[in-house]
């Protein structure tokens, strides 16, 4: 029996030398990733929005080439602005308007496993009425959002 308490206590003790090693480890992938990072998610137009737009749906494309970190916004033609009717935007990741749920928490879990692993951590949603923020942060009965992961 003592034997065997004796292995238990080792095991024990490489058990939480790994943890730590582990968490250490995540937190400098985290870090290397940056502290701060910024994600775009694209909600999907309503029926008004298409309606509104026409043929001209268009106003939000996202370059094949940026690697899923780019997205142009178009902008209608006006005799007021000056300069380019596109306007390119670069973030650590945009999420496009056919991203699930399950998308959009696999882009933060790592920070929710920094977050259980005793790190400080912040998540919020900004944008104007209507966007999404409430929809991404909690969700609805069967797509669950961040909060409830």
Known sequence: IMEKEARITALRSLYEQEHLRRKTNHNRLIELMGNIRVLC?????????????????????????????????????????????????????????????????????????????????????YGQTGSGKTYTMEGITGKPGICYR
């Open 41 to 125: 998610r694209v909600r999907p137009s309503n029926a008004r929005e298409e309606e509104m737009a026409g043929s001209d749906s268009q106003v939000v494309s996202f370059p094949d080439d940026s690697g899923g970190e780019k997205l142009v916004v178009s902008q209608p033609p006006s005799p007021e602005r000056r300069g380019e009717a596109d306007l390119p935007f670069e973030f650590d990741a945009v999420l496009q308007p056919r991203a699930s749920q399950e998308d959009v928490f696999s882009e933060v879990k790592p920070l929710v496993t920094s977050c259980m692993d005793g790190f400080s951590v912040t998540i919020f949603a």
